[in-house]
Each structure stands twice: as structure tokens, then as C-alpha cells.
């Protein structure tokens, strides 16, 4: 069982001013969802292709896996690794596990042995819940692996596949779990709620310990700001282990307020568009690659009727500026930028913002309490509106990760603030304008580039439909810029030099013009579902290598 040095605390003192402000008001999401289904029995609380659940059904139906977890053995406290894809089924187990007191370890369903292994072993997962089979991958057979190399792992929980009925030796269908209620165990509310993953690990996984008052409190917070309330309805199209639509405001924002949670299979258009026609949707988010696509549909026409759509977050990596401006006529709504991570802080722009704000910046903090500050490379302040780091602490940002003193060391300074690893400029408004991560910068010659800056010129070219700008080595300038993209049209990919002739003619200066170019397919993807630029180098690297 996790103990208090699984926490790292925040001082007492903020502690009893959180407290105080109404920030932690010390319910726990297993309060959450009784009061809701209390306060509105019959409202629906969950839709996907298959089901449709009232608050009350829901309430019902995690209260009996409660009871099925317990009475197999998993205690308050243990960690549980939840890879499920977006089903009705995710949000009863999550809740299932906050009434018996265990941790969801939040997995993503891309996710294969390579991640899994080092995660369970890290967070000595004794159980793990997955589904049968999704997109054709079979999860059960990966499971029984992960059992053979993880020492805790115990119980294997599986979500059937009604197709394939027959389940691996040594499993359990979620279904045959449900038990008569029981009491359940007591739960604090500053008690270590679920497990997150960071976006970018590497070696040990950085788990991100989040308790129901934090975390509560940022869910508040954000579905105020996205003004939800229970005629919303949220479709979660991202996989729904994502700290975004989670919470920012997703599926946990939707259920305070008591609205319903609406779950896409996939994020294509063909797919969400259908669920937003069918479910009513009135709001969304998505990353910008996605938020890309659905824009192209929609401005191809679809034959699905978006119009209940009302606000559109986009979030997750820097929405270019001409993607920005295109969303709201070719999708029909306002959009809200949000910027954030799953160790906390996050920064929204408010729905009447002026344009400009909107826009071009990705907002700014949600609390008053959260205290932010850009530094250099050495943790000094940098003058007002000069780009640099961004560190933040505040009532729902970590002040450490789960059992891995290394990481802390690296990420969190000694007086508890967060090295976010973003590099932002903060204007006098207080908005945030992201410029990229410390990582993804070229250094060419001494001269820094922004791999984002170059991207958002180029995705204004009429033969580019996304652009990915990251470091090569270089013996003479120490790094060279290559530009991967995906073409508009892949019968009539751009060149090299159009590229450069056109980026010259945006009036950048000469070292940002991209060196090198590389079109193609598809982008890798990090564990986390994120574009990964250290594939696309590692790439890179090895053609040098055998050239």
C-alpha cells in the first residue's frame, strides 16, 4: 500500500490556505459520483455505440465492481493498470476502483510490453484491467505476458469480446466480478487518488501521483471555465486515459457538472462526426493534427449534421495560428485553447476573449493561485516578454513524482516548483504563448530555432498538411534543421527548395530556413499518442549511419 512517502506533501501552510479558499473541499470522486447520482438519478451519465447508463446505473454498476475487486483480493491502496479504450466500461471500473479504494494506473490502449512492463514494475501494479481485443490487437494475450514480467501482478481482468468469447487461462471477465454491495472502504480525500503517466519518460516511468482534492479541484475549476453544466455533453474522441480529456474539462468535468459523457471509438471524422449528430455533443477537444482533419472534412462538406458542436478545446501541443483561425467557421464553434500537463498546471483562454487572444496564445493560469515564472537555463528570471523556461507550483501542480527520487531531482526544485520544460514567452496580459519544448530547439551554429516557430510558416504552404521541424548533427555547426511533412497532396509533394524560397519570403532570418527535407506518410507517436520527434532524429541518424 502506497504510503505518505509515495506523496511528496505540500506545506502545511498551503495546505490550510487551499483548504480554506474552497479549493480542497475533501470529497473524493466516489462522493462525487453519489451525490450525483443522488441529486439526479435518471439523467444520463454515460453513452458510447453499445450502452447507456443513468447516473443512478452508473453508481450502481461501480459500487458492484467495488465489491468484486475487494472480494478478489485487491486492497485499498493497490494499483491497478486500466488500458481500456474509449468504452462505457472505462468509467465504471475508474469508479469501480475509487469506492474500493484502489489506484488506477492510467495506460493508453497504444500501448505494448515495452511501456507496460517498466510501468507495472514501477508502480507494482497487483492487477490490470484490459479488454479482449481493440482495433484488431489482441490485449488479453499481451496481459498474460505482462503477468510473466511483473512480480505483483496478480489478477488479469478482462472487458470480453463478445466476437471472441473464449478468455486466456487464468483471467477474469469484468462481468463475473459484479458483486452484492458491500461496505466499502473509508477513502480521504488527500489520499493518492490514480497514477498518470508523464508525457516523454524515459528509463524508470515518471508516475504522477494526483489525490481527489487535487485533482478535484483543477475538474472544478475547468468545467467552470468551459461553463459546463448538465445539458453539456462532452465527447471524448482522445483516448480517455489522457490527462486532457479527462479532465481539462473531458469526462470527469462533464460528470460534476452533471452532464454526460459521450465516448467516440476513434477520433476520425467519420466517427465523431456520427456520435456528435447521434449523442447531441456540445463540446470537444482535440490535439491539432486532429483538430486538422476534422476542419478538412468539414470544409469538404460532411454528410453528418455538427451543429449542437458549441466549444472546441484544443490542446496538447501548440495549435498553429492558421489552424486556429480556421476552426471556429469550418466547425461552427468557439474554440478554447488550453494548455497544460498531467502534473498540473493548466492554462486556458476564457469563451469571451477577444479574438486575438483566442487565437494567439494558448491562455493563461485557471487558478489565482497558480504561480508561474519564465527563467533561463539557469533558473534565473528573464526579462518581461523574452522568450525562456516555464516553472510553476500551485493547489493541483505535483510537488514530486511516484517513488523516483531521480526524476525529482531534475523536474522539481528545491523550494517545490516544476520544471515544466516549456519554452513560453508570458505576455503583459498574463497569456501564455507557447513556443515549444526545451528539446525540440536546434541549435545551428549558436543560433536557437524554434522547432515551432518554422512549423506554424510552413503550414501556411499550400502543398504542406503538417510539418514536423527537428535537429540533425551537424559537424561544422553542430546541428542542422530537417523538416518532416506530410504532403497535401502526395501526388505533388513539395521540394527543398520551394520550401526554403518560401519560408525566405516570410522574412525569417536566414538561419531558421530549414536544411534538410524528408516527406512522408505519417508521423511516429510517442507512448503518450504524442508526435515524437526523438523517432524522427533516431531515423535520421541511422540513414547517416549506413549512408
Given at each position: 500500500m502506497p504510503s505518505q512517502s509515495d506523496l511528496t506533501p505540500w506545506p502545511a501552510a498551503e495546505v490550510e490556505a487551499y483548504r480554506a479558499l474552497g479549493y480542497w473541499t475533501g470529497e473524493t470522486f466516489g462522493d462525487m459520483l453519489t451525490a450525483r447520482a443522488t441529486a439526479t438519478p435518471?439523467?444520463?451519465?454515460?453513452?458510447?455505440?453499445?450502452?447507456r447508463w443513468t447516473y443512478a446505473e452508473l453508481d450502481e454498476r461501480a459500487r458492484s465492481l467495488a465489491s468484486g475487486f475487494l472480494g478478489l483480493g485487491i486492497a485499498p491502496g493497490d494499483r491497478v493498470l486500466v488500458q481500456l479504450p474509449n468504452i462505457a466500461e472505462f468509467v465504471e471500473v475508474i469508479f469501480g476502483l475509487f469506492y474500493a479504494g484502489a489506484l488506477p494506473v492510467f495506460c493508453l490502449p497504444a500501448h505494448r510490453q515495452s511501456e507496460l512492463i517498466p510501468i507495472a514494475q514501477a508502480s507494482g501494479a497487483?492487477?490490470?484491467?484490459?479488454?479482449?481485443?481493440?482495433?484488431?490487437?489482441?490485449?488479453a494475450t499481451l496481459a498474460a505476458i505482462l503477468r510473466d514480467h511483473a512480480a505483483d501482478l496478480r489478477h488479469l481482468i478482462?472487458?470480453?469480446?463478445?466476437?471472441?468469447?473464449?478468455?486466456p487461462g487464468g483471467t477474469h471477465a469484468l462481468d463475473d466480478l459484479r458483486a452484492a454491495p458491500r461496505d466499502l472502504p473509508a477513502v480521504a480525500a488527500s489520499d493518492i487518488a490514480f497514477l498518470q503517466l508523464s508525457g516523454g519518460s524515459t528509463g524508470i516511468p515518471k508516475l504522477i501521483p494526483r489525490t481527489h482534492d487535487d485533482y478535484l479541484y483543477s475538474v472544478r475549476r475547468s468545467a467552470e471555465l468551459c461553463r459546463l453544466d448538465s445539458s453539456s455533453v462532452y465527447l471524448a474522441a482522445l483516448p480517455v486515459a489522457h490527462n486532457f480529456p479527462m479532465s481539462s474539462p473531458g469526462i470527469l468535468g462533464a460528470l460534476w457538472a452533471g452532464g454526460t459523457v459521450a465516448l467516440a471509438i476513434d477520433p476520425s471524422p467519420t466517427t465523431a462526426f456520427s456520435a456528435i449528430q447521434r449523442f447531441s455533443v456540445t463540446i470537444t477537444g482535440l490535439v491539432p493534427p486532429l483538430a486538422r482533419l476534422w476542419v478538412e472534412r468539414a470544409e469538404a462538406s460532411t454528410?453528418?449534421?455538427?451543429?449542437?458542436?458549441?466549444?472546441?478545446?484544443?490542446?496538447?501541443?501548440?495549435?498553429?495560428?492558421?489552424?486556429?483561425?480556421?476552426?471556429?467557421?469550418?466547425?461552427?464553434?468557439?474554440?478554447?485553447?488550453?494548455?497544460?500537463?498531467a502534473e498540473g498546471l493548466v492554462c486556458y483562454t476564457r469563451l469571451d476573449d477577444p479574438e486575438e487572444v483566442i487565437l494567439g496564445t494558448q491562455g493563461r493560469p485557471m487558478s489565482e493561485h497558480d504561480q508561474v515564472a519564465v527563467v533561463d537555463e539557469h533558473g534565473d528570471p528573464v526579462p518581461p516578454g523574452t522568450d525562456g523556461l516555464l516553472i510553476t507550483k500551485g493547489p493541483y501542480t505535483i510537488r514530486g513524482y511516484y517513488r523516483n527520487p531521480e526524476a525529482n531531482a531534475s523536474s522539481f526544485t528545491?523550494?517545490?516548483?516544476?520544471?515544466?520544460?516549456?519554452?513560453?514567452?508570458l505576455r503583459a496580459d498574463g497569456n501564455l504563448v507557447v513556443k515549444g519544448r526545451l528539446g525540440d530547439r536546434v541549435n545551428r551554429g549558436g543560433e536557437k530555432i524554434s522547432a515551432e516557430e518554422v512549423e506554424a510558416h510552413l503550414l501556411d504552404h499550400p502543398l504542406i498538411r503538417d510539418a514536423v521541424v527537428v535537429s540533425v548533427p551537424d559537424e561544422r555547426l553542430g546541428e542542422r534543421s530537417c523538416v518532416f511533412v506530410l504532403a497535401a497532396d502526395p501526388a505533388t509533394p513539395p521540394a527543398?527548395?520551394?520550401?526554403?524560397?518560401?519560408?525566405?519570403?516570410?522574412?525569417?532570418?536566414?538561419?531558421?530556413i530549414p536544411d534538410l527535407l524528408e516527406v512522408v506518410d505519417s508521423f511516429p507517436e510517442t507512448g503518450v499518442g504524442k508526435i515524437s520527434r526523438r523517432s524522427l532524429r533516431a531515423e535520421l541518424s541511422a540513414r547517416a549511419a549506413n549512408s
Amino acid at each position: 500500500m502506497p504510503s505518505q512517502s509515495d506523496l511528496t506533501p505540500w506545506p502545511a501552510a498551503e495546505v490550510e490556505a487551499y483548504r480554506a479558499l474552497g479549493y480542497w473541499t475533501g470529497e473524493t470522486f466516489g462522493d462525487m459520483l453519489t451525490a450525483r447520482a443522488t441529486a439526479t438519478p435518471d439523467a444520463i451519465a454515460v453513452v458510447d455505440d453499445r450502452n447507456r447508463w443513468t447516473y443512478a446505473e452508473l453508481d450502481e454498476r461501480a459500487r458492484s465492481l467495488a465489491s468484486g475487486f475487494l472480494g478478489l483480493g485487491i486492497a485499498p491502496g493497490d494499483r491497478v493498470l486500466v488500458q481500456l479504450p474509449n468504452i462505457a466500461e472505462f468509467v465504471e471500473v475508474i469508479f469501480g476502483l475509487f469506492y474500493a479504494g484502489a489506484l488506477p494506473v492510467f495506460c493508453l490502449p497504444a500501448h505494448r510490453q515495452s511501456e507496460l512492463i517498466p510501468i507495472a514494475q514501477a508502480s507494482g501494479a497487483v492487477a490490470m484491467v484490459t479488454c479482449h481485443h481493440h482495433q484488431t490487437f489482441n490485449h488479453a494475450t499481451l496481459a498474460a505476458i505482462l503477468r510473466d514480467h511483473a512480480a505483483d501482478l496478480r489478477h488479469l481482468i478482462i472487458v470480453p469480446d463478445h466476437k471472441r468469447p473464449a478468455l486466456p487461462g487464468g483471467t477474469h471477465a469484468l462481468d463475473d466480478l459484479r458483486a452484492a454491495p458491500r461496505d466499502l472502504p473509508a477513502v480521504a480525500a488527500s489520499d493518492i487518488a490514480f497514477l498518470q503517466l508523464s508525457g516523454g519518460s524515459t528509463g524508470i516511468p515518471k508516475l504522477i501521483p494526483r489525490t481527489h482534492d487535487d485533482y478535484l479541484y483543477s475538474v472544478r475549476r475547468s468545467a467552470e471555465l468551459c461553463r459546463l453544466d448538465s445539458s453539456s455533453v462532452y465527447l471524448a474522441a482522445l483516448p480517455v486515459a489522457h490527462n486532457f480529456p479527462m479532465s481539462s474539462p473531458g469526462i470527469l468535468g462533464a460528470l460534476w457538472a452533471g452532464g454526460t459523457v459521450a465516448l467516440a471509438i476513434d477520433p476520425s471524422p467519420t466517427t465523431a462526426f456520427s456520435a456528435i449528430q447521434r449523442f447531441s455533443v456540445t463540446i470537444t477537444g482535440l490535439v491539432p493534427p486532429l483538430a486538422r482533419l476534422w476542419v478538412e472534412r468539414a470544409e469538404a462538406s460532411t454528410a453528418y449534421d455538427i451543429s449542437s458542436l458549441r466549444v472546441l478545446l484544443v490542446g496538447g501541443a501548440r495549435c498553429p495560428d492558421e489552424l486556429a483561425r480556421r476552426l471556429g467557421p469550418a466547425l461552427g464553434v468557439t474554440v478554447q485553447q488550453v494548455f497544460g500537463m498531467a502534473e498540473g498546471l493548466v492554462c486556458y483562454t476564457r469563451l469571451d476573449d477577444p479574438e486575438e487572444v483566442i487565437l494567439g496564445t494558448q491562455g493563461r493560469p485557471m487558478s489565482e493561485h497558480d504561480q508561474v515564472a519564465v527563467v533561463d537555463e539557469h533558473g534565473d528570471p528573464v526579462p518581461p516578454g523574452t522568450d525562456g523556461l516555464l516553472i510553476t507550483k500551485g493547489p493541483y501542480t505535483i510537488r514530486g513524482y511516484y517513488r523516483n527520487p531521480e526524476a525529482n531531482a531534475s523536474s522539481f526544485t528545491e523550494d517545490g516548483w516544476y520544471r515544466t520544460g516549456d519554452v513560453v514567452n508570458l505576455r503583459a496580459d498574463g497569456n501564455l504563448v507557447v513556443k515549444g519544448r526545451l528539446g525540440d530547439r536546434v541549435n545551428r551554429g549558436g543560433e536557437k530555432i524554434s522547432a515551432e516557430e518554422v512549423e506554424a510558416h510552413l503550414l501556411d504552404h499550400p502543398l504542406i498538411r503538417d510539418a514536423v521541424v527537428v535537429s540533425v548533427p551537424d559537424e561544422r555547426l553542430g546541428e542542422r534543421s530537417c523538416v518532416f511533412v506530410l504532403a497535401a497532396d502526395p501526388a505533388t509533394p513539395p521540394a527543398l527548395g520551394q520550401i526554403r524560397q518560401f519560408v525566405r519570403e516570410r522574412g525569417v532570418a536566414t538561419w531558421k530556413i530549414p536544411d534538410l527535407l524528408e516527406v512522408v506518410d505519417s508521423f511516429p507517436e510517442t507512448g503518450v499518442g504524442k508526435i515524437s520527434r526523438r523517432s524522427l532524429r533516431a531515423e535520421l541518424s541511422a540513414r547517416a549511419a549506413n549512408s
